[in-house]
């Protein structure tokens, strides 16, 4: 029978059989260790600082795409209104026309002699047409005196008149140029 000592150890241990260094070459070794870990250190910090920071460069790229798109659409909201602001202002330009251009019609009808009568009115921006008829060429010239008095009125002009064979009396046209 074999016997076993379990006291002592059967492993045996080995020993790197390295010759023992210097004290200057442990120096620099430990230097040189030192240095290896510092240097991995550093680098381990730098990739985190710059993984974070290309993290944050993209967020921010994210971040002004919507400012982007956001800008664009108050532009557009910019241009919407201004054309919205020109609409509103010819709309109240219209508003307050009709009762001006009213009052001005109303004048002029009011210079017309008793034997004149109108049949047709255009206005335009800068001038107005009148046709009508009369009994008598007299009052139609008295007609456009009258009319050439009137305060809207820069000129008067007569376009064209004729004797009016179908109703009596002689039919006229009239220009009138407006007062800017």
Same mark, same amino acid.
């Given at each position: ?72 659409? +108050?532009?557009? #909201?910019?241009?919407?209104? &201004? @054309? =919205?602001?020109? *609409? $509103?202002?010819?709309?109240? %330009?219209?508003? /307050? !026309? ?28 800068? +001038?107005?047409? #009148?046709?009508?008829?009369? &009994? @008598? =060429?007299?009052? *139609? $010239?008295?007609?456009?005196? %009258?009319?050439? /008095? !009137? ?30």
């Amino acid at each position: 029978m074999k016997r076993v000592d379990y006291l002592r150890p059967t492993v045996r241990r080995f020993r790197l059989g390295l010759a023992p260094a210097s004290a200057k070459l442990r120096h620099a070794l430990a230097a040189l260790s030192l240095m290896a870990f510092a240097v991995g250190t550093t680098a381990t910090v730098e990739a985190g600082r710059l993984a974070g920071l290309q993290r944050a460069g993209v967020a921010l790229a994210e971040q002004l795409a919507r400012a982007d798109a956001g800008a664009a659409r +108050a532009r557009l #909201l910019q241009r919407e209104l &201004a @054309r =919205l602001r020109g *609409v $509103a202002l010819r709309v109240a %330009a219209t508003r /307050r !026309s009709g009762p001006a251009e009213a009052n001005e019609i109303a004048a002029l009808g009011n210079r017309l002699p008793p034997d004149v009568w109108l049949t047709s009115l255009r206005i335009a921006p800068d +001038a107005i047409a #009148l046709e009508g008829r009369s &009994a @008598r =060429l007299e009052a *139609v $010239a008295a007609a456009m005196r %009258a009319l050439a /008095r !009137s305060p809207h009125v820069a000129e008067a002009r007569l376009v064209n008149a004729h004797e009016d064979t179908l109703h009596g009396g002689v039919a006229y046209a009239i220009a009138l140029d407006r007062r800017p």
